[in-house]
């Protein structure tokens, strides 16, 4: 078993949806959790930071953690075409990262 | 304020050869960390340095080794190359200091293997 799973997808919704990313995790030593979004043939560029359980909201995207059920999600509200990319969700205990395998999405006009 | 930056862009190399990645971190961090994404796959921790030491060290074998110079920046080498060790190789910096889970990501090089 996979320390992260992350359902690879692909995902594709048209313009303006709601879209939900999910990963869980079987680590509960894991305490530190992020979102990055990854165009193709690009370095992964951080979008969500959040530390223990909770939610945290930045513009169009929410990050939630659910701690108890090793759970965490990325929300982004009306989607865009440029939103299209693979999103990697990460978690840590200490200073390593642990990647899931990451969700392509791809919005359409 | 530049960013992490990676060089080269791309790399092509035969079996059995050697290579070496550079990497500068984004200027105020002093931690720099190395990771393997295979086509499809998340980005997999090689390891991390600090104050030119080795902190941590992820499932790789001897053939990755890694240096930080003084003025933070590292480089990543790799001996006896595989066809396996194709792969896009990305660079993350980030202040011990400040709790360094916080990563930023360079843009990559790309190693393929002949």
């Known amino acids: 078993q996979k320390e992260v799973e992350q359902d690879p997808g692909p995902l594709s919704v048209p313009e303006g949806a709601i879209v939900s990313l999910n990963c869980t995790y079987s680590?509960?030593?894991?305490?530190?959790f992020m979102w990055y979004r990854q165009y193709s043939r690009k370095g992964p560029e951080l979008l969500m930071y959040?530390?223990?359980?909770g939610n945290k909201e930045d513009g169009r995207f929410t990050a939630q953690v659910d701690k108890s059920s090793k759970y965490i999600s990325l929300f982004i509200r009306d989607s865009q075409p440029s939103d299209s990319a693979t999103y990697l969700c990460?978690?840590?205990?200490?200073?390593?990262?642990?990647f899931g395998t990451g969700t392509r999405l791809q919005v359409f006009p | 304020d530049a960013g992490v930056t990676q060089s080269p862009t791309h790399l092509i190399k035969t079996r059995g050869q050697q290579v070496t990645l550079r990497c500068s971190p984004k200027?105020?961090?002093?931690?720099v960390s190395w990771y393997q994404q295979a086509l499809g796959q998340g980005p997999q921790f090689i390891f991390q340095?600090?104050?030119?030491?080795?902190?941590q060290r992820g499932n790789f074998p001897d053939r990755f080794s890694g240096h930080q110079f003084p003025n933070y920046s590292s480089e990543l080498n790799v001996n006896a190359l595989l066809l396996g060790d194709s792969a896009l190789y990305l660079c993350?910096?980030?202040?011990?200091?400040?709790?360094?889970?916080?990563?930023?990501f360079g843009p990559g090089t790309r190693l393929t293997v002949l």
């Open positions: 993350a910096s980030s202040r011990l200091a400040g709790g360094s889970d916080t990563q930023y």
């Open positions: 680590n509960s030593a894991f305490q530190y």
């Open positions: 959040t530390y223990s359980s």
């Open positions: 990460a978690m840590s205990d200490t200073d390593k990262l642990i």
């Open positions: 200027s105020g961090h002093d931690t």
């Open positions: 340095y600090y104050e030119e030491e080795e902190r």
